[in-house]
């Protein structure tokens, strides 16, 4: 792993299409790069779209990425999901919305007890079987395959951005389905937590395996970890805007694992007053962006 081959890669950015690309790590199998332009860690190559589509239909549900059934995982990312209730809220939307991925229907609960009303699109058979059970109207398949009569006022996308593989086609695809000055919204991890987290233990040695850091860097699920920069950089190649990003809360477990959370979270809110988003411990983002009619690409997402 070692030799010149691998420790660099001519493949530009997912994010800010930079050729700049230097490998981070390996895990199981799979290598994470880290972008010198953005940022954005990202891995080379993206796993086969088609595989991914079958292992989402078919067995993700079960996968070793969060074996917890539809309780204890709706239970962990209650605040996650509140934090996403908050920027709609922030934003006046409270109906003609669209969940990607709405997985076990945790945002979709939490949806409804606040009186916003919204509709998902999910590919795993079995977490979108268990939503329609609970009352939820949720299609099944991808943003890319959904055949939707109606523009949407906002996409919201919960720990779902970093699944992805096919970024173009999925902006694509929520620019048509947004109505005008609609927004798309998102929480997921970025990348400085990783970097930086991963870089301390393995005391900046890249050679060594890349930790899991509780499921963020997890291949092949995790496809690509954006920095702010790189989603910034990205998502205005299509056509959006920021709007706004905000600090995500932490996931919560039982346990142990759950008070280190909640002291990470205290000392993240502290980070956040301080430093930003430059702040290294921030685990996850909101994402706020808006779309915008003007599609020129803009000079920071041209081809270096
Ligand atoms: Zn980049």
Same mark, same amino acid.
């Given at each position: ?30 290598? +994470?790069?880290?972008?010198?332009? %953005? ?16 292992? +989402?239909? #078919?067995? +993700? ?7 917890? &059934? ?28 669209? #969940? ?12 409804? =007890?606040?009186?916003?009303? %919204? #509709? &998902? ?9 268990? %939503?329609?059970?609970? &009352? ?7 943003? =890319? ?16 951005? =970093?699944?992805?593989?096919?970024? #173009? ?69 299509? &056509? ?59 000079? =920071?997402?041209?081809?270096?």
């Amino acid at each position: 792993m070692q030799d010149a081959i691998t420790t660099s890669s001519n493949d530009p950015c997912v994010a800010c299409r930079r050729r700049a690309l230097t490998l981070f790590g390996a895990r199981r199998g799979y290598r +994470y790069y880290r972008c010198g332009g %953005c940022g954005t860690l990202q891995l080379v190559p993206m796993p086969d779209p088609e595989a991914l589509r079958r292992d +989402y239909a #078919e067995g +993700y549900a079960r996968a070793d990425h969060w074996q917890q &059934g539809p309780g204890l995982r709706n239970a962990a990312v209650r605040g996650q999901s509140q934090a996403l209730v908050d920027a709609l809220t922030r934003n006046g939307i409270r109906s003609n919305l669209l #969940e990607v991925g709405s997985g076990w229907g945790a945002l979709l609960d939490l949806m409804r =007890e606040h009186g916003i009303d %919204c #509709e &998902g699109v999910e590919p795993s058979c079995e977490m979108r079987a268990h %939503c329609v059970t609970q &009352g939820h109207t949720v299609h099944a398949g991808t943003l =890319e395959t959904l055949d939707a009569p109606l523009r949407y006022d906002a996409v919201v996308f919960s720990s779902v951005f =970093e699944h992805l593989v096919e970024h #173009e086609r999925c902006l694509e695809a929520s620019r048509a389905l947004l109505a005008p000055n609609g927004f798309l919204i998102s929480l997921q991890p970025t990348a400085l937590f990783p970097t930086f987290a991963a870089t301390v233990i393995r005391f900046g040695m890249r050679r060594l395996p890349l930790p899991q850091l509780h499921h963020v860097l997890c291949p092949p699920w995790h496809t690509v970890i954006f920095s702010i920069d790189g989603m910034s950089a990205l998502l205005g190649r299509h &056509g959006f805007r920021l709007h706004a990003v905000h600090i995500a809360p932490q996931q919560r477990d039982a346990g142990l694992t759950g008070i280190a959370q909640r002291v990470l979270e205290r000392v993240n809110r502290v980070g956040w007053r301080v430093a930003g988003v430059r702040w290294p411990l921030a685990v996850g983002h909101v994402f706020e962006f808006q779309k915008v009619d003007d599609t020129t690409p803009t000079q =920071e997402g041209s081809e270096i």
